[in-house]
């Protein structure tokens, strides 16, 4: 399934940033805050740091793209992307990805 960098193009880039915008705004986001801080602040989690590598926030950009933790798993699945809306447009490889992680639960 990754053919939606090809098949989107730039417009996969535009797609990500109204998906952020849409996350922003169901779980009442502040201009500043990051998902991970509110999640610690309504109890879903006791770290904002990340789970496989508990060395920076978890953030899309760190776990699919950066994470020394899930680097394994994140080639298996999703290669080597070189951006994040590219590892984005293969949402097979990146279920399977988060499944394998049992990050979905």
């Known amino acids: 399934m990754s053919y939606g960098i090809l098949l989107w193009g730039k417009a996969a880039e535009t797609i990500f ?13 502040k201009s500043r805050e990051t998902l991970p801080e509110k999640l610690k602040e309504i109890g879903k989690t006791d770290s ?7 060395e920076t926030d978890e953030t899309p950009t760190n776990v699919l793209l950066r994470c020394r933790g899930v680097a394994e798993q994140c080639a298996a699945y999703l290669g080597t992307p070189a951006s994040l809306p590219e590892a984005l447009g293969d949402l097979g490889g990146l279920l399977s990805f988060w499944s394998e992680l049992c990050w979905l639960e």
């Open 17 to 29: 940033i109204l998906q952020k915008r849409a996350v922003r705004s169901i779980c009442k986001l």
């Open 48 to 54: 904002p740091l990340c789970r496989a590598c508990m």
